[in-house]
Nanobody, 115 residues
Framework: QVHLVESGGGLVQPGGSLRLSCAAS????????TGWYRQAPGKQRELVAT???????NYADSVKGRFTISRDNAKNTVALQMNSLKPEDTAVYYC?????????WGQGTQVTVSS
């Protein structure tokens, strides 16, 4: 049974940092690609960052240079380090991975950037 759980969200001031984590059971992250997505109020869900099974990373232009996606194979977790946070980063953040045509999502974690 595949289960993804995001954690680490919270309230932070502009310019601050948060580190999100996605833990998996029932699959091994290193055997496929994993992405972090976010959805802000009134906005469509957008892809923020991805990491492939080989460890290659890609980022949305809006977060490039501020966010870093990484994987800890020993812990079977994927993290999103978010620095220099802006109010426009406020959203629910989700992790996602696909296996054999099936998409798996966590429950999401709220990130709020506000003064």
């Amino acid at each position: 049974q595949v289960h993804l759980v995001e954690s680490g969200g919270g309230l932070v001031q502009p310019g601050g940092s948060l580190r999100l984590s996605c833990a998996a059971s029932g699959l091994v992250f290193s055997f496929g690609a994993t992405g972090w997505y976010r959805q802000a109020p009134g906005k469509q869900r957008e892809l923020v960052a991805t990491i492939t099974s080989a460890g290659r990373t890609n980022y949305a232009d809006s977060v490039k240079g501020r966010f870093t996606i990484s994987r800890d194979n020993a812990k079977n977790t994927v993290a999103l380090q978010m620095n220099s946070l802006k109010p426009e980063d406020t959203a629910v953040y989700y992790c996602n991975t696909e296996r054999r045509g099936t998409s798996y999502w966590g429950q999401g974690t709220q990130v709020t950037v506000s003064s």
